[in-house]
């Protein structure tokens, strides 16, 4: 079964440091890779996807993603935090090749101090 | 595009009571997903539609809930008799499906917050 583990459900930075959201996926077919983001009170928007073209996905609001099929991560980064960018982000995975739900991970809250 | 609606935003009910959960997709996708979300067990996908057809329930927590899709721009959740248990934010999602995007992204509704007595 796929699943996905995000490494640390909580991450705190100081305004202009490196953002870094851990994800490891495991996944019997190709997998499709997926960064939502959730503001408090609100549904889930997406981030940014893998498909099997690049390994590096850019995203928006500066985010991306390295795919990287030997470690089994797909990690989020921002160079450069923004107060705007405190929420919870869900890593997440495709259910089956044939199927078209997600499964998520758990969640990593970003905390961004000034 | 309205964006997927649900309602209602906010649901109090006293235990035992029956809850149905609505949701409306954007125009035009084949799928629907119907999450839930707790801090315990994170985001849970309960069931989700392809062409308004059931495709995998596996993740209805009980036979108290059910889901329904009767035409391509409805669905609901109704949860008979409800628990204490059964808090938690329920999230609904639909897309345009594999067949038009190649890889499937979900756009989730606002969410629909329960809380049982």
């Known amino acids: 079964a796929q699943s996905v583990t995000q490494l640390g459900s909580h991450v705190s930075v100081s305004e202009g440091a490196l953002v870094l959201l851990r994800c490891n996926y495991s996944?019997?077919?190709?997998?499709?890779l997926f960064w939502y983001v959730q503001y408090p009170n609100q549904g889930l928007q997406l981030l940014l996807k893998y498909t099997s073209a690049a390994t590096l996905v850019k995203g928006i609001n500066g985010f991306e993603a390295e795919f990287k099929k030997s470690e089994t991560s797909f990690h989020l980064t921002k160079p450069s935090a923004h107060m705007s960018d405190a929420a919870e982000y869900f890593c997440a995975v495709r259910a089956n090749q044939a199927g078209t739900a997600l499964i998520f991970g758990k969640g990593t809250t970003l905390s961004v101090s000034s | 595009d309205a964006g997927v609606i649900q309602s209602p935003r906010h649901e109090v009910t006293e235990m035992g009571q029956e809850v149905t959960l609505r949701c409306k997709p954007i125009?035009?996708?084949?799928?629907l997903f119907w999450y839930r979300q707790t801090m315990m067990r994170g985001l849970e996908l309960l069931i989700y539609f392809n062409n308004n057809v059931p495709i995998d329930d596996s993740g209805m927590p009980e036979d108290r809930f059910s889901a329904k899709m009767p035409n391509a721009s409805f669905s609901t959740l109704k949860i008979q008799p409800s628990e204490p248990r059964d808090s938690a934010v329920y999230f609904c999602?639909?897309?345009?499906?594999?067949?038009?995007?190649?890889?499937?992204?979900?756009?989730f509704g606002a969410g629909s917050r329960l809380t049982v007595l």
């Open positions: 996944s019997s077919v190709p997998p499709y």
């Open positions: 125009s035009g996708h084949n799928s």
């Open positions: 999602a639909s897309s345009p499906g594999l067949a038009v995007s190649g890889a499937n992204v979900l756009t």
